[in-house]
T-cell receptor, first 114, second 115 residues
Framework: DSGVTQTPKHLITATGQRVTLRCSPRSGDLSVYWYQQSLDQGLQFLIQYYNGEERAKGNILERFSAQQFPDLHSELNLSSLELGDSALYFCASSVDGGGNTEAFFGQGTRLTVV | GQQVMQIPQYQHVQEGEDFTTYCNSSTTLSNIQWYKQRPGGHPVFLIQ?????EVKKQKRLTFQFGEAKKNSSLHITATQTTDVGTYFCAGPSNAGGTSYGKLTFGQGTILTVHP
C-alpha cells in the first residue's frame, strides 16, 4: 500500500460527459502529480501541484483541469470526454516539489469512455 | 522541452538470461529514478541515483548513472518470472540547474520472461 488513495477505481461514461477523479496523497506529501497511461503506453505527465499551487504543466488538454485543495487532496476534472480519453489515470505524491524524492503512486482510475 | 528516451521498448528473455534497459535524457539530470510496474499494477519506486557515475545494486538488479548525468541503465542478472513488468526511468525537469518538478518518465521497457 503506497498510501496514495485514488477514487474511483473504475469509471465508465459516455462521450461528451464530465468526470472528476480524486486523489489523496500520502500523509506529509505536499506534491501531487497526475499522469495518463494509455494501453501499453508510457506515463504521460499532465500536471503537478505543490502545496496548493500549480507547479508544472505537461501536455494537458484544455478540456482537462486540476486543483489541489488546502487539505492537499487533488482532483482532476475531465470534460467533453472523447473516446481517446479512455486510459488509466494515475496520481502520485512526493514530499518535495522538485522531483528530487521518490513518487508514490496510487492504484489508478481506469476511465472508459463509450 | 526535456525528453527521456528509453530502449528497448520490448524485451523477451528466457528465464535465467540477463536483461538491460537504457535511459537517455536530453538534458542533464539532478537525479534519476527507476520504477517498476507489474502487469495490472501501478508504478513502484525502485531506486534513485544522484551522483555522476553512481552504481547501486539491489540483489540481482544493478543501476548506473552516467558520468554526464544524462543517461542511466538498469541491468538484471539471471532474470526470474517475478521480474516481469515494465521498467521506467524518470527524471525531473530542470532549468538553470534547478529541478522544478515535472517528473518525466521514459516510455518504459516491457520485460517478459519465458520460464
Amino acid at each position: 500500500d503506497s498510501g496514495v488513495t485514488q477514487t474511483p477505481k473504475h469509471l465508465i461514461t459516455a462521450t461528451g460527459q464530465r468526470v472528476t477523479l480524486r486523489c489523496s496523497p500520502r500523509s506529509g506529501d505536499l506534491s501531487v502529480y497526475w499522469y495518463q497511461q494509455s494501453l501499453d503506453q508510457g506515463l504521460q505527465f499532465l500536471i503537478q501541484y505543490y502545496n496548493g499551487e500549480e507547479r508544472a504543466k505537461g501536455n494537458i488538454l484544455e478540456r482537462f483541469s486540476a486543483q489541489q485543495f488546502p487539505d492537499l487532496h487533488s482532483e482532476l476534472n475531465l470534460s467533453s470526454l472523447e473516446l481517446g480519453d479512455s486510459a488509466l489515470y494515475f496520481c502520485a505524491s512526493s514530499v518535495d516539489g522538485g522531483g528530487n524524492t521518490e513518487a508514490f503512486f496510487g492504484q489508478g482510475t481506469r476511465l472508459t469512455v463509450v | 522541452g526535456q525528453q527521456v528516451m528509453q530502449i528497448p521498448q520490448y524485451q523477451h528473455v528466457q528465464e535465467g538470461e540477463d536483461f538491460t534497459t537504457y535511459c537517455n535524457s536530453s538534458t542533464t539530470l539532478s537525479n534519476i529514478q527507476w520504477y517498476k510496474q507489474r502487469p495490472g499494477g501501478h508504478p513502484v519506486f525502485l531506486i534513485q541515483l544522484v551522483k555522476s557515475g553512481e552504481v547501486k545494486k539491489q540483489k540481482r538488479l544493478t543501476f548506473q548513472f552516467g558520468e554526464a548525468k544524462k543517461n542511466s541503465s538498469l541491468h538484471i542478472t539471471a532474470t526470474q518470472t517475478t521480474d516481469v513488468g515494465t521498467y521506467f526511468c524518470a527524471g525531473p525537469s530542470n532549468a538553470g540547474g534547478t529541478s522544478y518538478g515535472k517528473l518525466t518518465f521514459g516510455q518504459g521497457t516491457i520485460l517478459t520472461v519465458h520460464p
